[in-house]
């Protein structure tokens, strides 16, 4: 079944890349920001942050829609609605006038990520989702590679204003092409081979019906394990955006030239993209999920504080590297801890509620380091902080590990590994 593969996949891979380089060109962008209008780190951090407040109201009701509506049609109009958000940010003459904008996109792109997770669903077999669901997710570094780079030379010729309305035009262009490639529904998909179509349709439909009926959010709110996911994510993503929104303003301490700085600030997310890929590969074929959360998250906190001991822009960069595969090394392995401890029956409902309220640090991370960038005139105190969230999100896992069974967690043949279940 390859037509699926290259017809769904790569453009849900473009289409989150768009959103994401919206969380990537503010951190790029930001020193530029601060000198223009004249503002503090802390509420630099505002601006960064608050996208994840915003990012938070259409996580359930998202959900919702793209299954009980449509996925393609919703996410068409997330992505004209956040691109012209987008666009409207490099019009704005105050602070406030930024904040509005910015929550206003985290609305629009907020509904985008479980309403892809349901469009998968609808594509690809239990079997084969994780690798779909892997394939799409790495999106993200890829993303920080390519935008950091591209921001910082747009900013060699233009305004940070005018390069927001530049980067604003391509996911409604891509909107396009996402609802003439995209079906909902194996069904609707005239240029599947029917033979195909009807193999794909019977493994779904025998899947749809072997599983258990959901409880909701009413249920998942109840596990104390979902609440054990839920912080540990939380920390997590206060250390991971905090780290993404500032490692720009920290390499842009190496250079004036913001084309060389966008290029610099690429060389980390490179890292990134193989520590994730590589931790991700080496959980599968030992079947531990824990250890392969854990370390890397020890990792990025043990670099983070090494690096403020640190003045050769040659070792801080090395250690920006190593901090950002420990970042985002765990999402392979994390994602596949929920269905190793929740009911299977709370599964969907308890990672929807970890994705939702856990993406919160987001605003965390990158509000109190600017907070402390502003109390201590240095970045120091702010690593530190993203350090602590981080080695607390660890604790946390290994906590959560206890309550996997022993079966998850033992080491299986490398010839016939079971996937990971990045859902």
């Known amino acids: 079944m390859k037509s699926k593969w290259l017809r769904i996949i790569p453009v849900a891979f473009v289409m989150y890349m768009l959103a994401y380089m919206d969380?990537?060109?503010?951190?790029?962008?930001?020193?530029?920001?601060?000198?223009?209008?004249?503002?503090?780190?802390?509420?630099?951090?505002?601006?960064?942050?608050?996208?994840?407040i915003g990012y938070l109201l259409l996580q359930i009701p998202g959900g919702i829609l793209a299954t009980k509506w449509s996925a393609k049609k919703f996410i068409f109009i997330l992505m004209i609605l956040w691109g012209l958000a987008a666009m409207a940010s490099g019009f704005v003459q105050t602070e406030g006038q930024l904040k509005l904008v910015r929550f206003l996109l985290g609305v629009a792109e907020g509904g985008v990520w479980p309403a892809v997770?349901?469009?998968?669903?609808?594509?690809?077999?239990?079997?084969?989702?994780?690798?779909?669901?892997?394939?799409?997710?790495?999106?993200?570094?890829?993303?920080?590679?390519?935008?950091?780079?591209?921001?910082?030379?747009?900013?060699?010729?233009?305004?940070?204003?005018?390069?927001?309305?530049?980067?604003?035009?391509?996911?409604?262009?891509?909107?396009?092409?996402?609802?003439?490639?995209?079906?909902?529904?194996?069904?609707?998909?005239?240029?599947?081979?029917?033979?195909?179509?009807?193999?794909?349709?019977?493994?779904?439909?025998?899947?749809?019906?072997?599983?258990?009926?959901?409880?909701?959010?009413?249920?998942?709110?109840?596990?104390?394990?979902?609440?054990?996911?839920?912080?540990?994510?939380?920390?997590?993503?206060?250390?991971?955006?905090?780290?993404?929104?500032?490692?720009?303003?920290?390499?842009?301490?190496?250079?004036?030239?913001?084309?060389?700085?966008?290029?610099?600030?690429?060389?980390?997310?490179?890292?990134?993209?193989?520590?994730?890929?590589?931790?991700?590969?080496?959980?599968?074929?030992?079947?531990?999920?824990?250890?392969?959360?854990?370390?890397?998250?020890?990792?990025?906190?043990?670099?983070?504080?090494?690096?403020?001991?640190?003045?050769?822009p040659v070792l801080k960069m090395i250690l920006l590297s190593i901090t950002a595969i420990g970042v985002y090394a765990p999402y392979g392995p994390l994602w596949a801890i929920p269905t190793a401890i929740i009911p299977a029956e709370v599964a969907g409902a308890a990672m929807g509620l970890q994705n939702a309220i856990g993406n919160l640090g987001g605003y965390n991370g990158p509000k109190f380091f600017g907070v402390l960038k502003d109390l201590t005139g240095n970045y120091h105190a702010g690593f530190y902080f993203l350090a602590l969230s981080l080695a607390l999100a660890g604790v946390s896992t290994l906590l959560l590990g206890k309550a996997i069974p022993k079966k998850e967690i033992s080491t299986v043949p490398t010839s016939n590994p079971k996937t990971v279940n990045s859902n």
């Not at 790029?28 to 004249?38: A, C, H, R, S």
């Not at 503090?40 to 608050?50: N, Q």
């Not at 240029?191 to 749809?208: I, N």
């Open 23 to 52: 969380r990537i060109n503010i951190g790029v962008l930001m020193p530029y920001i601060q000198k223009d209008l004249n503002i503090s780190a802390s509420a630099a951090g505002d601006i960064a942050g608050i996208f994840f």
């Open 117 to 312: 997770l349901v469009l998968l669903a609808n594509w690809f077999t239990l079997q084969e989702r994780a690798r779909a669901n892997a394939f799409w997710m790495a999106c993200l570094p890829v993303s920080a590679i390519l935008m950091a780079p591209i921001t910082g030379m747009l900013l060699h010729h233009f305004s940070w204003k005018t390069v927001l309305i530049l980067e604003g035009i391509p996911p409604i262009a891509w909107a396009f092409v996402w609802y003439a490639m995209i079906k909902d529904k194996p069904v609707e998909a005239e240029w599947m081979v029917e033979k195909e179509k009807h193999q794909l349709l019977q493994l779904l439909a025998a899947e749809q019906s072997q599983s258990s009926k959901s409880e909701g959010y009413a249920a998942a709110f109840k596990n104390k394990s979902v609440w054990g996911l839920v912080m540990m994510y939380f920390l997590w993503m206060t250390g991971f955006y905090g780290y993404t929104m500032w490692v720009p303003s920290v390499v842009s301490e190496f250079t004036n030239d913001p084309s060389v700085m966008g290029g610099l600030t690429a060389i980390p997310f490179t890292c990134a993209l193989i520590g994730m890929i590589v931790n991700s590969s080496w959980s599968d074929r030992r079947m531990n999920r824990i250890q392969h959360v854990v370390i890397p998250l020890f990792i990025a906190a043990c670099t983070m504080v090494i690096g403020q001991f640190v003045e050769t």
